[in-house]
């Protein structure tokens, strides 16, 4: 029989502290905070926002197109290097854990907010869950993946997006009941959302006809913090944007290194019909809406890769490398690293319709956080 402290030990709520940092955490976390609304009784939970990204349109913009909460704590950290930016995180962090005592925290990617809030909560004795645990590139030039390994190694719960990442966690270690392949919470937020996008004006305002543009994101260190690696992506992109027009919302971080490197010129420099084009980054709702009507997408963002594959719409990833092979096994994404030959030729290819459309992924279904909440809420 249960005694007495059993009882309320049960009762009482799931304090859960939900931690986001920097924009592709936000579309992760709203459906996880959505499904555990359904459980007032069961979970009581708080967002805090790192501040990791501050900028209007890389932060709030995507809570009011995602009607996600305010953040309950604002950390406030804003840039730095990346010892810098880490530090910061865990310092203020490990005052809002010592004040709230959760029970649990949730982090999300692969960001340095994930892995400097997963440390510091272990550090007290709480329980970490990591959503998208496992995924691996093997490259540790990348600061995500340093981010990955770390926060997966401390976490009790590593919820995966796919079978791959289950497999290199158990190569890894990692005990199979810490394990759970519960899908992808970035696709419950496009199926969401996807009809919604579908009915904004964004192309008939900016003179776009559907499958008659390209998109492209670029913001990682190794395209763009090196003027020669960056003028020869900007080389085959200026290739491809004389048959297409390119839209390109910029990243600050590449917007600050073109200036920089003096490689405006090759930017804003067409007409309606062809070059490529910048516009602030844009929110949720508004790239989705572009990406799902535009011939094919260029890229080296992780998520990107994962939405391309649902929406059905080529893929060129401009890395050589990719921590979500699913996206290439089952997907519409293909490798290409940055040189100028291997882009233009993958661009080629598409223009000339040669990249099969790919089916979606299992678990890919919008149930993803709905699984995480029933896990966590069964494990209590
Ligand atoms: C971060 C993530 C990366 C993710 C990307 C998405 C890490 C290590 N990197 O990279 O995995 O793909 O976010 O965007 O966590 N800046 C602004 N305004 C902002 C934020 C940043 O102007 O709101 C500028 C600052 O000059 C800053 C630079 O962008 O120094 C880089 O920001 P940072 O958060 O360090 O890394 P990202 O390149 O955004």
Redesign the pocket.
Known sequence: MKNSYSICENLRHLRIINVV????NFMKMAPIIEAMNRHPERIQHLLVHTG????E???QAFFNDLEMPKPDIDLEV???S?AE?TARIMVEFEKVCLKERPDLVIVV???????ACTITAKKLGIRVAHVEAGLRSRDMA???EI?RLCTDVLCDYLFTTERFANENLRREGVPEDKIFFVGNVMIDTLLKHKEMAGRLDLMDRWGLEHGKYVTLTL???SNVDGRETLEGILQALTEIARDLPIVFPI???T??MVEQFGLSPYLNNGNRVWGIWTTE?LGYLEFLHLNMNARMVLTD???LQEETTVLGVPCITLRENTERPITCEEGTNVIVGNRKESILAAARKVLHGGIARGRVPENWDGQAAERIVKILLSQK
């Open positions: 940092g920097a924009r592709p990791q990204h501050y900028d349109k890389m932060s804003g840039s730095g990346h930016q990617g692969d960001v340095n907010s994930t892995m990348m600061p995500e981010n913001h990682r260190p990243h600050p971080r917007r600050k980054p963002s992780g998520g």
